[in-house]
Every structure is written in structure tokens, then in C-alpha cells.
């Protein structure tokens, strides 16, 4: 079957590094996404990562190694507003991206 | 910017009833989604359609179906609700060739 497991739920607190694994099982891979949720939002969109290797893109990095189906998502310098949803995402040929089921964020002071 | 709009944030319908849940897109995106979300499960694709009169079914279409019949709309039908479709449903687009998907903002639908 096609599934992505990552972590229910981690804690951290300010200022600190935390990092989100996914480990993935699909067909047809393309490329790994993230997505952010916080509570009664819509999940938006993080980063991409399409080839093996770290994308950083601000305080947020990514990484992908397609030999292992395994990437992370990696979140410096913790604040508040971090505390939210995160999800991977397979990208899939005929364009369907199947979601993990999410890690949900906390983060205290 | 890319804008999705949903047609309703909240919903309560009675076991029974057809329900009619819509979603408009600005950005001439070719590929539309509707997911639902529930508490532990992520989001579970229903339908998918890359272009207009066209569907595909997801994960989990029992109970639901779709259409499509202009590009910018993309609509959600349970034909008789039921208590288990309690949940929020999330539509999403995406371009052909790109990666990112776009969501509305979710319809909260209740079926009591």
C-alpha cells in the first residue's frame, strides 16, 4: 500500500530545534512536500523537495534521500507561532499527493 | 495571488439530505481536490479532477461524488448524508507542471 508515517506529536520549547521525520512508501514518487496547519486553518504550503539533499528556506529546512524514502523537516529557532500541524506529502504521478497523518507541533515558553 | 473560496465555513444538515458543498478557484488551475479531515487520520483524498468533466476517485469516494463542469468549479455531493461524513472538507488546487497546492479555507459540515 501507499502510506506516510510520521511522528503524532512533539514538544519543544522556544528558541530550540526540532526535527519532523516522514518516512514514506508510494509508487511513482516525485517528491516530498510540508505543509503547516494551525488551528481552523488551511494547510499551507512549506517546501519541496524533488532530489535527494537539505532546501532551506529561512528558519524552515528540508531534507530528502529517495534511497532511504526517508526526509525531515527541520525548525530552528522555535517561536510560538510554530506551534501547529505538519504534514508530509508524496507527490505522485497523475498528480494526487497522499498526506501523512501529522505531527502536531507544540511548542511552550 | 492564488484564491479558493468555499462555499459555506459551517454546515449542519440532517441524516438524509443532499448535500451540495462548492469550490471556486481564480488561478486557472487544471487539477482540483476535495479531502476530509478528521482528528488522527490526516487528510484523506475523495475525488480529483485534472480537468473539466473529468473525475478521479481517491481514497475513501464511497458516499460522495463530484463534478465539475467549468474549470474555476469543483463541487462535492452526498447524495443522502450521513453522521460518519461529520467533518471538514478541504478543497485544494494545484497547477499542472507545479507542486504546490492551494487550499480553502475548509467547510466544518455536521450531519446530525
Known amino acids: 500500500g501507499q502510506s506516510l508515517e510520521q511522528p503524532s506529536e512533539v514538544t519543544a520549547v522556544e528558541g530550540a530545534i526540532v526535527q519532523i521525520n516522514c518516512t514514506y512508501q508510494t509508487s511513482g514518487f516525485y517528491g516530498l512536500s510540508w505543509y503547516q496547519q494551525h488551528d481552523g486553518g488551511a494547510p499551507t504550503f512549506l517546501s519541496y523537495?524533488?532530489?535527494?539533499g537539505l532546501e532551506e528556506t529561512g528558519r524552515f529546512s528540508s531534507f530528502l534521500s529517495r534511497s532511504d524514502s526517508y526526509g525531515y523537516l527541520l525548525l530552528q529557532e522555535l517561536q510560538m507561532k510554530d506551534s501547529a500541524s505538519y504534514f508530509c506529502?508524496?507527490?505522485?504521478?497523475?498528480?494526487?499527493?497522499?498526506f501523512g497523518k501529522g505531527t502536531t507541533l507544540s511548542v511552550s515558553s | 495571488d492564488v484564491k479558493v473560496t468555499q462555499s459555506s465555513r459551517y454546515l449542519v444538515k440532517r441524516t438524509g439530505e443532499k448535500v451540495f458543498l462548492e469550490c471556486v478557484q481564480d488561478m486557472d488551475h487544471e487539477n482540483m481536490f476535495w479531502y476530509r479531515q478528521d482528528p488522527g487520520l490526516g487528510l484523506r483524498l475523495i475525488y480529483f479532477?485534472?480537468?473539466?468533466?473529468?473525475?478521479e476517485k481517491g481514497d475513501i469516494p464511497e458516499g460522495y461524488s463530484v463534478s465539475r463542469e467549468k474549470k474555476e468549479r469543483f463541487s462535492l455531493i452526498l447524495e443522502s448524508a450521513s453522521t460518519n461524513q461529520t467533518s471538514m472538507y478541504l478543497c485544494a488546487t494545484y497547477n499542472a507542471g507545479g507542486y504546490e497546492q492551494y487550499f480553502g479555507p475548509g467547510t466544518r459540515l455536521t450531519v446530525t
Open positions: 523537495n524533488a532530489l535527494d
Open positions: 479532477s485534472y480537468d473539466v468533466k473529468m473525475k
Open positions: 506529502a508524496a507527490q505522485q504521478a497523475g498528480t494526487a499527493l497522499i
